[in-house]
């Protein structure tokens, strides 16, 4: 029933910003928590960051908080990542899951690349 596209991802230098979206097609998308995740080479994909239907809630890895937030705005069927102070570390695919409903599979997006340069 949903179906999720990434975009906003690219080339940045150190200490630089991008916001990542996550636009969703499909009805019942604001009844549901979303998560922000990435995967570098070579790597396990992480969890980064996750956020409840209405917002009120969020959670960060240890390696995003203080730099990134994660936000939603429902009317728009969309879920954004700000990242600040990018490090090298960060590259990666960044991927949007919406969690499926009881006993049923998560939703997934394509994902969107992530570089930052040294």
């Known amino acids: 029933q949903v179906q999720l596209v990434e975009s906003g991802g690219g080339l940045v230098q150190a200490g630089g910003s991008l916001r990542l979206s996550c636009a969703a097609s499909g009805r019942t998308f604001s009844s549901r928590t979303m998560i922000w995740y990435r995967q570098a080479p070579g790597k396990e994909r992480e969890l980064v960051a996750t956020i409840t239907s209405a917002g009120g809630i969020t959670n960060y890895a240890d390696s995003a908080r203080g730099r990134f937030t994660i936000s939603r705005d429902n009317a728009k069927n969309t879920v954004y990542l700000q990242m600040n102070s990018l490090k090298p570390e960060d590259t990666a695919v960044y991927s949007c899951?919406?969690?499926?409903?009881?006993?049923?599979?998560?939703?997934w997006g394509q994902g969107t690349q992530v570089t930052v340069s040294s």
């Open positions: 899951k919406a969690v499926g409903d009881y006993g049923r599979d998560d939703y």
